[in-house]
């Protein structure tokens, strides 16, 4: 018999509960374009702020800026006005770049990142990874908001090193393209696997499927994304990378930690699949779950109104899974 997971609702009583929230500063770090980690930023921040009642703060330092365009902000170079390279070299007043774009949250747009990046890599070796966090994070987590979500380019660069260095929990957001897989394993091997032998730690609180549309009784781009996630040795291994006894290359995890373990620990139960789920799948032994993030247009229309879709449509069923993630953010990660 195959056992009874709901892999198509979130275990809502499980995972939402009140309490064990602390501060945290969150980063997507994703070395890919277009997964959607601006579409995550942007409606988790509107989450964590209306559904959960959190003070939050999202930060743009993609150059790009097309999560500060989203939310109604131009992002034209200006070498007059303050900019975070002035609050993180110069002792500028954090509170002279944070707008308040009226949705629950604070944010901090895309302003000459260029220059910020170009004054960051002239600073001292020794510290300059550390600007963020000591100049930034640490100042404002705890006492003015509860937390701090970055927005990251596809690519590294001086700000992004700080920006996980400050914000060591992060999401993945994966879409079903077949570059995913090597989009994780990339942003595992050169990003999270140095940090973590750096720091200590480096969480990824979730991996999580995005933009899914199509039917996984079939052999189609979304079920191999999500069989992949949830069977795959070699994802579990990018998920462990730098720490002891994990080889990304020949899957190895930690001796005595199995893929069902790490799995688990990383995927929301909205989209967790396990094996015994896929065989009684396809056995027509029970239905095809419609697994989320589902593709919807709403995360457009919302962008071209200027929205987070908290504000744009505050009951779209996409946010109940948001919500979900908001619960793993709160707890530090998902609870297997
Ligand atoms: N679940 C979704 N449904 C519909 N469109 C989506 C979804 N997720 C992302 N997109 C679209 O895909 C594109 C890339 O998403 P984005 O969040 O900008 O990715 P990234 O920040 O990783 O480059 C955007 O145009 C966005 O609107
Ligand atoms: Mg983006």
């Known amino acids: 018999m195959a056992q009874q ?5 979130p275990q809502r009583e499980s995972i939402l509960t009140d309490g064990g929230a602390e501060p945290r500063a969150v980063c997507f770090p994703m070395l890919k374009g277009g997964f959607g980690k601006s ?4 409606t988790l921040a509107g989450v964590l702020a209306t559904r959960r009642d959190h003070d939050v703060l999202l930060v743009d330092l993609d150059p790009a800026g097309h999560l500060s365009t989203g939310l109604g902000y131009y992002t034209r ?11 993180l070299l110069d002792g500028a007043d954090i509170e002279e770049i944070v707008k308040h774009p009226g949705h629950g949250f604070d944010f901090v747009p895309s302003l000459n990142l260029e220059r910020v990046v170009d004054e960051l890599s002239k600073d001292s070796v020794l510290a300059s990874d550390l600007k963020m966090k000591n100049e930034f994070v640490d100042p404002l987590l705890g006492e003015t908001y509860d937390y701090i979500l970055f927005d990251l380019p596809g690519s590294r660069n001086k700000l992004t090193n700080n920006a996980v260095v400050a914000a060591p929990n992060a999401i993945l957001p994966l879409m079903p393209v077949p570059e995913a897989l090597n989009g994780l394993r990339e942003t595992a091997t050169k990003l999270v696997a140095p940090i973590r032998q750096q720091l ?6 979730a991996t999580v499927p995005n933009d899914l549309s199509r039917r996984v009784d079939q052999n189609t781009k979304d079920r191999r994304l999500l069989e992949s996630m949830n069977t795959d040795e070699h ?11 994990v080889d990304p290359d020949s899957g190895d995890l930690p001796e005595g930690t199995t893929v069902e373990e790490v799995l688990d620990a990383h995927i929301p139960p909205f989209a967790r699949v396990t094996a015994a789920d896929w065989e009684a799948i396809d056995s027509g032994e029970r239905a095809a779950p419609k697994v989320p993030i589902r593709h919807s247009a709403a995360f457009g229309d919302a962008y071209e109104e200027r929205q987070p879709l908290t504000a744009y449509d505050p009951e779209h069923p996409q946010l109940d899974h948001f919500e979900t993630l908001a619960v793993i953010v709160e707890q530090g990660g998902v609870q297997a």
């Open 235 to 245: 994802f579990a291994s990018y998920l462990m990378a730098g720490y002891d006894g």
């Open 39 to 42: 579409i995550f930023a942007n």
């Open 77 to 87: 170079e200006n070498e007059d006005a303050t900019d975070l390279a002035n609050v």
């Open 5 to 9: 997971v709901e892999c198509s609702t």
């Open 200 to 205: 200590g730690a480096f969480d990824i609180l």
